[in-house]
């Protein structure tokens, strides 16, 4: 009997710790799905999760990052429309000039107010998840 399993992947919430308000990057992604992501990948064989997100971030964008936090698993069955992946999705932080390498084909720096509201996969929902846990963690004399 042949086993399938959901693949993992990694994605990356990449803060930019040198500008005001430490905006994120987002890649304009070269292969479909197309439109805007958050840096990320598959794990390949062998490769902790944590490297992968450090060597996504490298190949995709150019910057070295380093993991703050493991932030949320997400799973969906249909969260990528070419196969039942599961993402481990980290916050990372780094300085400089991202690039746009590897499959994307550009990069793009957000604020919080200026993120796109549609987002390749289910990276929407993942961004909307951290502006929360971003919000609540900077002011919480306003948790519930």
Same mark, same amino acid.
């Given at each position: 009997?042949?086993?399938?399993?959901?693949?993992?992947?990694?994605?990356?919430?990449?803060?930019? %710790?040198?500008?005001?308000?430490?905006?994120?990057?987002?890649?304009?992604?070269?292969?479909?799905?197309?439109g805007w992501a958050l840096p990320g990948g598959f794990v390949d064989y062998g490769e902790s999760l944590e490297t992968a997100a450090i060597r996504?971030?490298k190949e995709e964008v150019g910057l070295e990052v380093s993991l703050i936090e493991q932030f949320h698993l997400y799973s969906a069955p249909d969260?990528?429309?070419?196969?039942?992946? %599961?993402?481990?999705?980290? %916050?990372?932080?780094?300085?400089? @000039?991202? %690039?746009?390498?590897?499959?994307?084909?550009?990069?793009?720096?957000?604020?919080?107010? @200026?993120?796109?509201?549609?987002?390749?996969?289910?990276?929407?929902?993942?961004?909307?998840?951290?502006?929360?846990?971003?919000?609540?963690?900077?002011?919480?004399?306003?948790?519930?």
């Amino acid at each position: 009997m042949a086993y399938r399993n959901p693949t993992p992947t990694t994605d990356i919430i990449i803060e930019l %710790i040198d500008r005001p308000h430490r905006p994120i990057v987002l890649i304009e992604r070269l292969n479909p799905p197309h439109g805007w992501a958050l840096p990320g990948g598959f794990v390949d064989y062998g490769e902790s999760l944590e490297t992968a997100a450090i060597r996504e971030a490298k190949e995709e964008v150019g910057l070295e990052v380093s993991l703050i936090e493991q932030f949320h698993l997400y799973s969906a069955p249909d969260r990528d429309p070419r196969q039942h992946t %599961i993402a481990l999705v980290f %916050i990372a932080t780094a300085t400089g @000039e991202p %690039i746009a390498q590897d499959d994307a084909k550009s990069v793009g720096i957000f604020n919080p107010w @200026e993120i796109p509201s549609q987002l390749c996969f289910d990276h929407s929902q993942i961004v909307r998840d951290y502006l929360h846990y971003r919000h609540y963690q900077l002011r919480p004399e306003i948790r519930l």
